[in-house]
């Protein structure tokens, strides 16, 4: 383990650009799908060059692409992208399945996503060890991935049972006045590279139950996960004779990301990646009157009080800000610190972190707590803001390095000494980089949580109630996730998940966010021999 320059790091580049090359050129044993090892890959019905394109039948017809297993950079499969033309096939199939899907009553929907979740939770251990390899994350986090979507398909069986509506009271006698909820037609779902498999499935449990069909553009660098779950949907319609297209797939680049945002044919789009990114796509579907469902970037805080208790604070902290390696929209990346125990749990933390220094590694191997970032990319970003942090007046209390091995492994890293307000602070940097920040009040912490344009989740921790509600009230946190001793990161499917300002305002997964998904058509039914007009007018 080293510190690696700029020399080092353009020859672990070269050595990634090789691997690509070498495997590119050479026969099929340099593939991971081909090594015993990873035989899960072919137990999930993977091959070595596998069809990006689902619209009912398997066929794509863009470029061939390898995907990397950021542990090693080495090639795992390839995958054949979709074109816009193959969205165009694609986006009228799915359609088409939405006309007879919507007729289908919401309870026997229900039972199709409950068939689902169980085909998932038999391919659990495998399907989540696809997602670790794929993206990073070490098999734990894989494995919980796929338990989110599962839990997501047991409510949304529960909830295909009460998609209700209200009765009000009308004004006019012999009058109705009711809601009904509605399907939208076909939701787009574009999911980013850090949640492969979780963020389709909470979209897809809750689009199905109520009524929609869906169309899936996945992260260009995760698209064996997205075949390997339309794969076990695929099965689960054919078993129940009704259209694949019902959850078509489409992998490929922005081109195809664009295809899906402009067409209008796509009711929902519900988009998760970047605020850079969202913020374009939010605007091309508002303009055409699209819906939108936007999960945009986070920059959260954990508050660390004076009256907190410093045993909880430290394993939620490193939980956190290391967990996923950093990738976690929902990462800790602010510590905003007590003047009183500041020394203490940045003392602490910094020896936390150096105990985790031998679990860093293959994200497969059961020892392993930190996995590597995604591409090399993520590394590029991690050492320009930490160079940037240290420009800015800020120390490294521990970390800063990449490490000198194959794969995309880094250090994480603690960081002193810098404003609330520094640049690189207010930034999403998508990497495992904490910065600790004294503060001397409550009042000064919430204002410093609130002072960045993200809005996602946020934590506070005290053991003083009137702390709590002020936290969790209008004086308190404006985030969409406002915890109180626990951490930002790792929430429940059953409250609705989501964040304010430029995380986009979108609401996923529990709760009453379903109704992102439908259309309420608010009915007024006379059931009297008479027409009187409401607010009492005559038209006579
Ligand atoms: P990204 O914005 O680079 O890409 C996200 C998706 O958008 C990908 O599928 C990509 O191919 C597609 N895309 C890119 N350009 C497009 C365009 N012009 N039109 C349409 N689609 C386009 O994000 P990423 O690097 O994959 O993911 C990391 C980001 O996602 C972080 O900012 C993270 O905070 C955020 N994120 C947010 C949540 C949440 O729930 N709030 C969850 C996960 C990730």
């Known amino acids: 383990m080293g510190v ?3 020399s080092g790091a353009r020859q672990t580049i070269s050595r990634v650009l090789l691997t690509v090359r070498m495997s590119s050129s050479s026969s099929s044993p340099l593939l991971l799908i081909n090594d015993p090892k990873y035989s ?3 137990e999930l019905g993977l091959k070595e060059e596998n069809a990006g394109v689902f619209n009912g039948q398997w066929a794509a017809t863009g470029p061939v692409v390898e995907s990397v297993a950021p542990a090693s950079n ?3 499969a390839k995958v054949q992208n979709g074109t ?3 969205w165009e096939k694609a986006i009228a199939a799915t359609q088409q399945a939405h006309k007879q899907w919507r007729t289908v009553p919401a309870p026997k929907r229900g039972e199709i996503v409950r068939q689902i979740g169980d085909k998932l939770r038999h391919n659990l251990t495998n399907l989540g060890k696809l997602v670790s390899l794929e993206m990073g994350k070490i098999q734990a986090e894989g494995i919980g991935e796929v338990q989110e979507y599962v839990d997501i398909c047991d409510f949304a069986t529960g909830l295909s049972r009460s998609l209700a509506g209200q009765v009000l009271p009308s004004e006019r006698p012999g009058h109705a006045l009711l809601e009904q909820w509605n399907p939208l037609g076909v939701v787009g779902i574009i999911s980013a590279f850090n949640f492969p498999c979780a963020v389709y499935g909470w979209n897809n449990a809750l689009a199905l139950v109520c009524g929609n069909s869906c169309i899936w553009k996945p992260a260009p660098t995760t698209p064996l996960t997205a075949i390997a779950v339309t794969k076990l949907v695929e099965s689960v319609l054919v078993e129940n004779k009704l259209p694949g297209s019902l959850c078509s797939l489409v992998c490929g680049e922005g081109d195809v990301g664009q295809a899906l945002v402009k067409d209008k044919r796509v009711n929902l789009v519900s988009f998760t990646g970047s605020t850079e990114v969202g913020r ?3 605007q091309q579907v508002q303009g055409r009157f699209g819906k939108v469902l936007l999960e945009l970037g986070g920059n959260n805080a954990i508050i660390v009080n004076d009256d907190a208790d410093l045993d909880m604070v430290i394993p939620a902290a490193v939980f956190a800000a290391v967990g996923t390696a950093g990738q976690r ?3 800790t990346r602010r510590l905003l610190v007590h003047e009183k125990v500041y020394d203490e749990v940045v003392e602490r933390m910094t020896r936390a972190y150096a105990q985790f220094e031998s679990r860093i590694g293959d994200p497969l191997e059961a020892n392993t707590i930190i996995g590597p970032l995604h591409n090399q990319h993520g590394v590029l970003k991690y050492k320009a803001a930490i160079a940037e942090a240290i420009a800015s007046g800020g120390k490294v209390a521990y970390g800063g390095k990449v490490l000198e091995r194959d794969g995309n492994y880094v250090l994480p890293t603690i960081i002193t000494g810098l404003k609330g307000d520094a640049e690189v602070v207010i ?3 998508f990497a495992p980089i904490l910065y600790v920040i004294k503060i001397s009040n409550l009042d000064e912490a919430i204002e410093l949580n609130n002072s960045v344009s993200q809005g996602l989740s946020s934590s506070l921790f005290t053991n003083n109630i009137q702390n709590v509600f002020k936290w969790i009230g209008p004086e308190g946190s404006d985030c969409g996730i406002v915890n109180v001793n626990i951490p930002t990161s790792g929430a429940e499917i059953g409250g609705a998940f989501g964040g304010e300002k430029e ?9 009453d966010s379903w109704k992102q998904y439908m259309r309420r058509s608010t009915c007024t039914i006379n059931h009297s021999k008479q027409l009187p007009l409401a607010q009492g007018i005559k038209f006579e």
């Open 4 to 6: 690696l320059g700029a």
């Open 40 to 42: 899960f890959l072919k």
């Open 74 to 76: 080495s090639v795992i």
């Open 84 to 86: 816009v033309a193959d």
């Open 280 to 282: 374009i796509v939010g």
């Open 329 to 331: 929209c929902t990462t």
């Open 427 to 429: 930034r999403e940097t």
């Open 503 to 511: 995380t986009g305002g979108g609401r996923e997964s529990g709760s």
